[in-house]
C-alpha cells in the first residue's frame, strides 16, 4: 500500500502548481482513481482471503502474553482492523459495476479503510523474510576478529 501511495503522491506532485494548488483537477482525480483501484485489487489479491486469519493469530497471541497496559491498545487496534477488513471485503462482495461512477465512488470510501490496513496491519519492510540477527562475537576470539575486520555490516560495504 505505501508504494501504491508513494507512486500516486508523486503523479499528484505534478498536478500541483508551486504553492501545493492543484491545477491540473481532472488528472489528480485520474490518479486518485488510478489508487484506489490498484489498491482494492492488492487488498483482493493478497489480504482478503487471509485478513480473518491473520486478526485471530494476533489475538492469539495476544492471549498467551501476560497482562500489561499496552495490551489493550493493540486489542483496540486489532478490532479497528477487524472492523475495516470487514468493510471492505463487504465491498469486494458486492462491487459496483466496473468503470462506473459508484465504482469511483466506493474505492475512494474504502481508501481510508485501505491506508489503515497499510499503515497498521501490514510489515514495514519489503521483504517477507526477517532480517538476520545482527553477528556478535561470543567469545575473545571473535571479538579479536571483529577489531581485525571491521563489522560486518562495514566489510559489505554497508556503512
Not at 129 to 152: E, I, L, N
Amino acid at each position: 500500500m505505501a508504494v501504491i501511495d508513494r507512486e500516486i503522491q508523486t503523479a499528484l506532485d505534478t498536478t500541483r502548481d508551486r504553492y501545493g494548488r492543484t491545477v491540473h483537477h481532472h488528472a489528480a482525480a485520474t490518479a486518485r482513481a488510478r489508487r484506489n483501484e490498484a489498491a482494492m485489487s492488492e487488498y483482493a489479491a493478497h489480504l482478503a482471503p487471509h485478513g480473518g486469519h491473520l486478526l485471530d493469530s494476533a489475538r492469539r497471541a495476544l492471549d498467551t502474553l501476560p497482562p500489561a497496559r499496552h495490551i489493550t491498545a493493540w486489542r483496540e487496534l486489532l478490532g479497528a482492523l477487524d472492523a475495516s477488513h470487514a468493510e471492505i471485503v463487504r465491498a469486494l462482495e458486492r462491487p459496483a459495476e466496473p468503470g462506473s461512477a459508484a465504482e469511483r465512488e466506493q474505492h475512494s470510501a474504502l481508501w481510508p479503510q485501505l491506508a489503515f490496513w497499510g499503515e497498521h496491519g501490514l510489515p514495514r519492510c519489503g521483504s517477507r523474510r526477517p532480517a538476520p540477527p545482527a553477528r556478535r562475537p561470543t567469545d575473545r576470539q571473535g571479538a579479536r576478529d571483529m577489531d581485525r575486520k571491521g563489522s560486518s555490516c562495514a566489510t559489505a560495504g554497508r556503512v
